[in-house]
């Protein structure tokens, strides 16, 4: 069970990867096995995030935290600290995530876990992306990545490059966007990572639609792709950020009723989640695609 939980986890399957977490975490509390129970709490946690699920989410964290704590395993107060700090980021909270993170890295670094330390690299600057703090973005995944090519891994390279992507469209660069987004969506593909994929294809998208002139059929291929690999495997975080891309798209393509739906959607997302930022941004959406079904202005 404890596996199955990891495997679903690593796959981006969060339904399947919590109902396994959630029953291991009690047989490791039974059996007394603290390392243990507070890893796949740490799991349990990141499951629920990607579900959507944030108070379930940081209710799991704190228990991994707290029980990784009595135990003095690095490796697992490591990884412990690095999933609150996550869950927290991907809801939007970086109070609470960077002080987290900022653990995480310094016990990976006492302990010598370089592989530990590119992953809470990449969901750092994820975090900071999610939250417009690009600089701090950069920093982060461009050193993920060359903790990555240090220790030789593509373990969800396509997605943390991707995410590099968006920094460099995010700063105008959007040549470089272009060729970072096409080679993640090539990476991930070819390591069979699909939830990476799912990612890289959304960034592929809002790239291809910076462009000029946009590649609005392009784009809006690949962010449906994006859009079913998520609706598939119930990733509500992701799929929250893919519709609002969806409705951008479709308003450049001038179909605002659809895009006025793909807004919707993603509003009532990010509304469940309690995403505060999507969800101010899928509004300004939804006022500028009001604003301009006048003028016919595009919305991005």
Request: charged share 25%; hydrophobic share 45%.
């Amino acid at each position: 069970m404890n596996l199955l939980a990891r495997i679903h986890c690593l796959r981006g399957e969060p339904r399947e990867a919590s109902k396994y977490a959630a029953r291991n975490v009690e047989q490791m509390h039974k059996v007394g096995n603290q390392i243990e129970e507070a890893a796949i709490a740490g799991v349990l946690a990141f499951a629920y995030g990607l579900h959507g699920r944030f108070s379930q989410a940081v209710e799991a964290a704190h228990r991994g935290v707290e029980v990784a704590q009595k135990t003095e395993h690095l490796p697992t107060i490591a990884a412990c600290f690095m999933f609150r700090a996550v869950a927290h980021g991907w809801h939007g909270d970086l109070e609470a995530a960077v002080p987290d993170f900022e653990q995480a890295i310094a016990v990976c670094t006492k302990s010598g876990d370089l592989f530990r330390k590119y992953l809470t690299h990449g969901r750092r600057g994820e975090a900071y992306l999610l939250a417009d703090g690009v600089e701090s973005a950069e920093t982060d995944l461009t050193e993920c990545l060359a903790l990555g090519d240090q220790i030789g891994t593509s373990f969800h390279r396509g997605a943390f490059q991707a995410l590099l992507a968006k920094v460099r469209l995010q700063q105008g660069d959007v040549e470089r966007a272009l060729r970072l987004s096409e080679e993640a969506v090539k990476i991930a593909t070819d390591t069979a990572q699909t939830w990476s994929r799912s990612i890289a294809l959304r960034i592929r998208a809002e790239a291809l639609l910076a462009a000029d002139p946009p590649h609005l059929t392009a784009a809006e291929e690949a962010v449906r792709d994006a859009i079913e690999i998520q609706k598939q495997r119930e990733c509500r975080c992701d799929l929250a950020w893919s519709q609002l891309v969806l409705g951008y798209v479709l308003a450049a393509k001038g179909e605002p009723e659809d895009a006025r739906k793909a807004f919707d959607t993603a509003a009532q997302m990010f509304e469940g989640a309690g995403i505060a930022q999507g969800r101010d941004k899928t509004a300004a959406a939804r006022d500028v695609l009001g604003q301009t079904r006048k003028s016919g202005a595009a919305v991005h």
